[in-house]
């Protein structure tokens, strides 16, 4: 206890550093976005993109054109779809981290990926169209989180956080047993190929159409984080000594899973699953502006918007074809990662 | 007549029975070698009649040559492809696949069947040859591993015409392919390869999968006198494109067998400005009882192979269409397809499914 308080004073001091930071992060991400615009296998210089650009704001684009198609259906909603999908994944990670105080903890813990998955797997199982396939990841991940809930709720004995995380496992490990199944079932010649890259993940497809629906469910989970970051900092103290400052964790405890699990799920039906990102940008973040909630949460979702552009940029460009992003996520990760680690600046408190 | 002579005439009729019945008798079970795709010398019974085939590729080409014989279908004819398999194979269980991607087949099972042999057709590299031997091993069931490339067809079809025992009915095929593949090569002969179309292989929901050139999946296109735009040295099989990659190559023709793609390509605002979609060469091909272009690669690409001949050359190719599958249809597959049933696959192959 004495640990926590510690730390929890030392990140009211560091909260103009983190205001820094978030500025300096926010700059970064513009910066990467730009830059990100202007980089494909498409040729366009800077100039003429740029042109092409205003003439597409100011209305004025020549339908059928090759560079402005390229431009502001592939580039920019696919550069919108890596921002949403890091910041969203790395916002969750960040907020299951915090609640059961566990640094293991990504996203997928209550079972949202491996429910999304097996929502997708199911609607290119049914041959069905693209949108159709999306609306059952969405509905396939809450699905398998509420499942997870009404489990823990129905057990009344033990620790509750442990009983969530078990029926977590569990739910995930029914589902993937169910995607297996529809993976042995589906046409070896023709589902199983898209099935197989569903589940490595990728923005390849990513359409205006496809982010207009996912970025408000996404603004509808972040929002209330971040209006509750406080309390939920309060929150990583543990139920009791939440409740002696007056704030009921139950009900706080159910408000974060809604919101992480709608964020999650939204993304994942877009982009596949992407795994990694949810659980090491966090980290990354807390190496930076330490573990209090109220910084993290911003912190880890500028990061994770970065992180997962960079990736992405790298997975359309590093090679005539498309890398999926559930690859490079980790190879570009896991090393940073680990030196990040061997620098060992600051410990997980 | 004489008792003697009586005698006599009795013995040489008793005679002349046994001999006849020693020169029609059939002879005892012997093997015979047969060497597969593979280099491997595999002792096949004289007389085959029950074949497991261990693959989808591998059902067709067993189909092809000796319906009779097939013991299964690695996945069951389902729905509208079963008016195009004839009625006595339509309900032939399902048996899983042996090898290949996602082998599911249970060995005790395959041995329940008793098959005399197992056919897989396709790829022939070391795994697939270390697979066969294995399970020849431990079943001890004969199994031969045919060549699946497309240039192989008539080389694999006298084979296993061989090996069924039904080596008349693989010559004529053979020689059905020799004759399609020496048509086309005829009027491809003056094309130089600038001026052959460029074709994108849609696959997916998206249509952003395809097959790089070179891979089983995407042969067909070169065979049939096109150029696969997804090219990249060293690089084989099954990708993910990204749009920008298929907005750079612009092909002017796009074939596909996914129904969703087909119909959302035209007012999709993504591939609005690729050169086959602004000239509506979108080609959405059939898929009963199988595909006509892939899925799976096998004998049924034929088909296919007139179709994008005649989508590709319409001025050179000689067939009609109607003419063709009919024929085709009557000859692979032992269907004499009804005009319903004609009309529904062209129907379907000028791009309105069932």
Redesign the interface.
């Given at each position: 206890m004495g640990e926590r308080a510690r730390t929890l004073t030392r990140d009211g001091f560091r909260r103009g550093a983190g205001r820094g930071t978030i500025g300096l992060l926010v700059a970064a991400v513009a910066l990467l976005s730009m830059g990100a615009l202007l980089v494909?296998?498409?040729p366009l210089g800077p100039f003429e993109a740029i042109g092409r650009l205003l003439d597409a704001i100011a209305g004025r684009d020549a339908?059928?054109?090759?560079a402005t198609?390229?431009l502001v259906?592939?580039?920019l909603p696919r550069i919108a779809g890596a921002l949403l999908v890091g910041a969203a994944l790395a916002a969750a990670g960040a907020c299951y981290q915090t609640l059961f105080r566990n640094p293991l903890v990504s996203p997928d813990i209550l079972g949202v990926s491996a429910g999304a998955g097996l929502g997708a797997v199911l609607g290119?199982f049914l041959?069905?169209?693209?949108a159709a396939?999306q609306f059952m990841g969405f509905a396939g991940g809450l699905g398998a989180v509420a499942l997870v809930g009404f489990v823990a709720a129905a057990i009344r004995h033990g620790d509750r956080t442990l009983i969530l995380v078990l029926a977590g496992v569990v739910v995930g490990a029914l589902t993937g047993a169910a995607t297996s199944l529809l993976?042995?079932l589906a046409?070896?010649?023709?589902q199983?190929?898209?099935i197989t890259?569903w589940l490595l993940g990728?923005l390849?497809?990513v359409?205006g159409e496809d982010i207009w629906p996912a970025a408000p469910v996404v603004l509808a989970g972040l929002v209330p984080l971040v209006l509750l970051r406080w309390r939920i900092n309060v929150l990583s103290l543990g139920d009791e000594e939440a409740r002696a400052l007056g704030i009921e964790a139950a009900r706080l405890r159910l408000a974060v899973v809604v919101c992480a699990t709608l964020v999650t799920a939204s993304v994942v039906a877009i982009a596949g699953v992407v795994g990694w990102v949810g659980l090491v940008i966090p980290h990354i973040a807390r190496m930076l502006v330490g573990p209090g909630f109220g910084r993290l949460l911003p912190v880890a979702a500028l990061l994770g918007a970065a992180y997962l552009l960079v990736v992405d940029t790298l997975a359309?460009t590093i090679?005539?074809?498309?890398v999926?992003l559930g690859i490079l996520t980790a190879v570009v990760g896991a090393p940073f990662f680990l030196w990040l680690l061997a620098r060992g600046r600051r410990a997980w408190a | 007549m004489t008792r003697l002579q009586h005698a006599v005439l009795g013995l040489a009729a008793l005679a002349t029975a046994a001999l006849v019945a020693i020169v029609t008798a059939p002879p005892p079970a012997q093997a015979r070698t047969i060497v597969d795709s593979a280099g491997r010398s595999v002792e096949v019974p004289d007389t085959v009649t029950r074949v497991f085939a261990a693959g989808?590729p591998a059902s067709i080409l067993v189909y092809a040559l000796k319906p009779d014989a097939l013991l299964g279908w690695p996945?069951a004819i389902r729905g509208e492809e079963r008016p195009y398999i004839a009625p006595a194979y339509r309900d032939l269980p399902e048996t899983g696949?042996l090898t290949?991607?996602?082998g599911?087949a249970n060995l005790e099972r395959v041995l329940a069947l008793k098959p005399d042999l197992i056919i897989d057709f396709g790829s022939v590299r070391d795994t697939y040859v270390d697979l066969a031997n294995r399970v020849q091993e431990q079943t001890g069931i004969p199994y031969i591993l045919v060549n699946g490339r497309f240039e192989e067809t008539a080389d694999s079809l006298r084979l296993v015409g061989q090996a069924l025992g039904v080596a008349e009915r693989g010559e004529m095929l053979a020689r059905d392919v020799e004759v399609t593949f020496a048509e086309l090569d005829a009027i491809l002969a003056d094309v130089p390869q600038e001026s052959r179309p460029r074709v994108y292989l849609a696959?997916?929901?998206?249509g952003?999968?395809t097959g790089?050139k070179g891979s089983i999946?995407t042969e067909i296109i070169e065979r049939a006198g096109g150029r696969n735009v997804?090219e990249?040295p060293g690089?084989y099989g099954?990708?993910?494109?990204?749009?920008?990659?298929v907005?750079?190559a612009?092909p002017d023709t796009i074939i596909t067998?996914?129904?969703?793609f087909h119909?959302?390509v035209w007012s999709?605002?993504?591939w609005?400005?690729i050169e086959a979609v602004?000239r509506k060469r979108v080609y959405l091909s059939p898929t009963a009882p199988f595909?006509w272009i892939?899925?799976?690669?096998s004998l049924n690409r034929m088909m296919g192979l007139k179709w994008l001949a005649g989508l590709f050359y319409p001025q050179r190719w000689q067939g009609e269409l109607r003419e063709e599958a009919r024929a085709f249809y009557r000859l692979w597959y032992h269907v004499d397809l009804s005009k319903g049933e004609l009309d529904g696959l062209l129907e379907w192959a000028s791009g309105r499914a069932p």
């Open positions: 494909g296998p498409f339908a059928g054109d090759a198609t390229v259906s592939i580039r290119i041959s069905l169209p693209v396939i993976k042995v046409d070896p010649y023709d199983l190929p898209a890259f990728s390849a497809g359409k359309r090679s005539s074809v498309e999926p | 989808p996945r696949r290949g991607r996602g599911e696959r997916g929901p998206d952003l999968e790089m999946n997804a990249a690089q099954l990708v993910r494109a990204s749009p920008e990659q907005i750079l612009n067998w996914d129904r969703n119909r959302a999709d605002p993504l609005a400005g602004q595909g892939d899925r799976p690669p």
